[in-house]
């Protein structure tokens, strides 16, 4: 038995306006679908006619007794007066792992998803390995950190002939976990200071004192020696001392300074008279 039933729910203008028709048939769909089925129609597609704008409801394997059968659509396509019926939706026959896509005659057609994804016969989708390219990550996409390759502490990220290298900070500074830059001792060197940068602000606040202690004073002597002795109490044999004839009534000079512990001894050239005032400095030098 070839069809049961078939009958047009909407009656359009056949090739122009899409109509709707329905179909019950005792066979299999493998058997509905093979060209020039609906060629044995008769006179019934004269009463019935289908064009390729229809879509038909099939109820196939239709069972008389029960009244069941399995519903599912199918298109319709006319080549040389032959008749051709394919299912395009409902519970056809698909292909483990594919999926119903509309070809370009419009009829939905199993297929298996490729390019950049596969699909599993239980909806699980995969991504091909290497199909996410810049160009399909969003500018906006505020990617985490935490989603990026782990990084060693205190390493920093370097292209190394055009590749990212994870690498250690090395040579004049190095970098700690927080990000905190240390110079290494001795790395500024003259060559690295460019001199119009450095100023008179960028020195030291002060220069210490070539001495840690001094004595200074005058000494009148009463004439007729010329070896001084003059107390200093303090001094010592490191001190280096320095004397001058500060006033004389006759021409003399300071020919030797001489520190022992609390005396300085100046020895000067003729007699001092006794008017004569010396002069004296002393520092002890730094150590």
């Known amino acids: ?11 359009g203008e056949v090739g122009v306006l899409p109509g709707s028709v329905k179909m019950v048939s005792d066979q299999s769909l493998a058997t509905i679908t093979t060209p020039g089925y609906l060629n044995g129609a008769g006179t019934q597609l004269s009463t019935v006619p289908v064009a390729p704008s229809d879509v038909i409801e099939c109820l196939y394997n239709f069972n008389t007794s029960t009244g069941s059968g399995t519903f599912t659509l199918l ?15 409902g519970n056809e026959s698909l292909a483990s792992g594919y999926i119903f896509v509309g070809n370009a005659g419009g009829v939905a057609t199993g297929v298996a ?3 950049d994804a596969t699909i599993s016969n239980t909806g699980a989708l995969t991504i091909a390995n290497s199909a996410i390219t810049n160009a399909k990550v969003s500018a906006s996409a505020a990617i985490a950190f935490s989603k990026l390759a782990t990084l ?25 976990a927080t990000g905190t830059l240390t110079i290494a001792n001795n790395a500024i060197t003259t060559a690295k200071i460019l001199n119009a940068n450095v100023t008179l602000a960028k020195l030291a606040s002060g220069i210490t004192p070539a001495y840690v202690s001094k004595f200074g004073g005058q000494q009148a002597n009463g004439g007729g020696s010329a070896t001084i002795t003059i107390t200093v109490t303090g001094l010592t044999t490191s001190h280096i001392c320095m004397a001058q004839v500060q006033a004389s009534t006759n021409a003399v000079t300071v020919q030797k300074v001489t520190p022992t512990a609390d005396t300085l001894t100046v020895i000067l050239s003729g007699d001092p008279g006794a008017n004569t005032v010396i002069a004296y400095q002393c520092f002890l030098a730094a150590s």
């Open 1 to 11: 038995m070839a069809y049961l039933q078939l009958y047009r729910v909407e009656v």
């Open 75 to 89: 298109t319709v396509s006319i080549s040389a007066g032959v008749i051709t019926l394919s299912a395009n939706s």
């Open 113 to 115: 998803m490729s390019g």
């Open 152 to 176: 060693a502490t205190g390493h920093i990220l370097a292209g190394n002939a055009g590749v990212v290298t994870d690498v250690t900070l090395g040579g004049d500074a190095t970098i700690g």
